[in-house]
């Protein structure tokens, strides 16, 4: 219903998400996964996230980081039956409500939740400096990254993979709240995503992954994505 009432009508709903029904959607995810396995794929990612198109401009969301993670659980575990028991799944943060990497208690959660066995952490650099508005510099988010990745503790052993962006755009996300809402508060952690320049993003990725890569050690059950 709430999908609906986001897109209007079933016709469009079917043309964003292939199916007019859970069930049939399902199927859809089903149908990929089967394909990405005959394509030999080794591991899978999943963004953990959910927000609507109007509150990407409002910020006012409907659900919960806690709400996501338990329909991630959800959705996941009803995709169990055509995940090899050695297929790796990696769950990607975001900046939205869901797996934004600042509460560890929720990532184990979803990795407590999940049937499937063989999961980790997809880690996007960019979507973790987006939950932060106050970030000015690549500098100054590679120091966040940082930060974030040792509170998760001993979890930060699941990280099997990186993907390398940078955004700082605070001062983007301000723009776009006033011109949608005047009066809306500003939130701390979500933001739009703008890329730095890659010359200035490219001289502090090096040592970021490899502080990343020393601080979280990948698992001995798999090797990590290349």
Request: with cysteine; proline share 5%; glycine share 6%.
């Amino acid at each position: 219903e709430l999908v609906l009432q986001e897109l209007g009508t079933v016709d469009k709903m079917r043309q964003v998400f292939g199916a007019e029904t859970p069930a049939d959607w399902l199927e859809i995810w089903k149908d990929n996964i089967r394909q990405a396995v005959k394509a030999g794929a080794r591991y899978l990612v999943l963004h953990v996230s959910d927000v609507a198109i109007s509150e990407m401009y409002t910020w006012r969301f409907h659900l919960s980081d806690q709400e996501v993670i338990c329909g991630t659980i959800e959705l996941v575990n009803a995709l169990d039956e055509v995940l090899p028991d050695d297929m790796l799944l990696l769950f990607e943060n975001l900046w939205w409500p869901g797996l934004r990497l600042d509460d560890a208690a929720l990532l184990e959660t979803l990795l407590l939740g999940v049937k499937h066995q063989k999961c980790g952490v997809m880690l996007d650099t960019g979507h973790l400096m987006n939950t932060n508005q106050g970030i000015k510099s690549v500098a100054e988010g590679f120091h966040y990254i940082l930060q974030r990745v040792g509170q998760l503790g001993c979890l930060k052993q699941v990280i099997r993979g990186i993907h390398l962006s940078a955004s700082v755009s605070g001062p983007y996300v301000e723009n776009i709240l006033a011109a949608s809402s005047p009066t809306s508060q500003t939130s701390e952690s979500t933001r739009t995503p703008v890329a730095d320049s890659a010359a200035t993003a490219s001289a502090f990725f090096p040592p970021l992954v490899a502080q990343i890569a020393t601080s979280a050690p990948a698992s001995t059950n798999a090797s990590p994505p290349p």
